[in-house]
């Protein structure tokens, strides 16, 4: 069965500190990759990684994919409170028949940064 | 643009009764997917849709449940006779025919309770 394993599942970490969460997936027809971080609301779309070993930036954050480890790690710099959040990773396959693919989601990890 | 709409946000059932979840996607997007997440699980693939077509229903349990997208109005998740066990967070994602890099838009979701 496919699946998406996230790491940790919990993290307690302090304003100003640096944050890497882990992806791994055993996802057949992989498409890519994608990260999003979940408050009270709707899941808000980060990232999506296609190619592995290019990194993509977004202000404090960034991301990087490794298809030859089946993983992906999640990094945040300079973590504030507002960055305390569930962090889901979500893998796409192709769905067959259709140039759009299904989501496989790991658990999430829950970060809380403390002022 | 008021992205992905979901209502009731929040819906009592008592066993036994019917739910009917409702999802009206961002403006443009003809692709809508529904998600459920369980309590300490990451969410789960349940059905992809196009307008008035079921692309893929391999994650939705064979009795009680049916989705659909008609040609007009919003995109209804409806469970029968619900029972204790489908409660749970019910999440709607949409996207466009052809996907950039943008992902997957979800929306706030519908917390079913079953009493």
């Known amino acids: 069965e496919d699946k998406v394993v996230q790491s940790p599942l919990s993290l307690v970490v302090h304003e100003g500190d640096t944050v890497t969460l882990n992806c791994s997936y055993e996802?057949?027809?992989?498409?890519?990759l994608l990260w999003y971080k979940q408050e009270k609301k709707a899941p808000t779309f980060l990232f999506m990684l296609t190619s592995s070993g290019i990194e993509k930036k977004s202000g404090r954050l960034s991301s990087i994919l490794d298809k030859k480890e089946l993983s992906s790690i999640l990094n945040i710099t300079a973590t504030q409170t507002g960055d305390s959040a569930i962090y889901l990773c979500?893998?796409?396959?192709?769905?067959?028949?259709?140039?759009?693919?299904?989501?496989?989601f790991g658990r999430g990890t829950q970060l809380t940064v403390w002022p | 643009n008021a992205g992905v709409m979901q209502n009731p946000r929040h819906l009592v059932r008592r066993r036994g009764q019917e739910a009917r979840l409702r999802c009206s996607p961002m403006?443009?997007?003809?692709?809508v997917y529904w998600y459920r997440q369980l309590p300490e699980e990451g969410l789960k693939f349940m059905v992809y849709?196009?307008?008035?077509?079921?692309?893929?229903e391999s994650g939705m349990p064979k009795e009680r449940f049916s989705a659909e997208f008609p040609k007009e109005g919003p995109s209804i998740l409806r469970i029968q006779q619900v029972v204790r066990g489908d409660s749970a967070a019910y999440f709607c994602a949409s996207s466009p025919r052809r996907r950039g890099t943008e992902g997957y838009t979800f929306g706030s979701g519908t917390r079913l309770t079953v009493v």
């Open positions: 849709l196009q307008k008035e077509n079921i692309i893929d």
């Open positions: 403006k443009g997007h003809s692709h």
């Open positions: 996802v057949t027809n992989f498409r890519s």
């Open positions: 979500a893998v796409e396959a192709e769905d067959r028949g259709s140039t759009l693919g299904r989501l496989y």
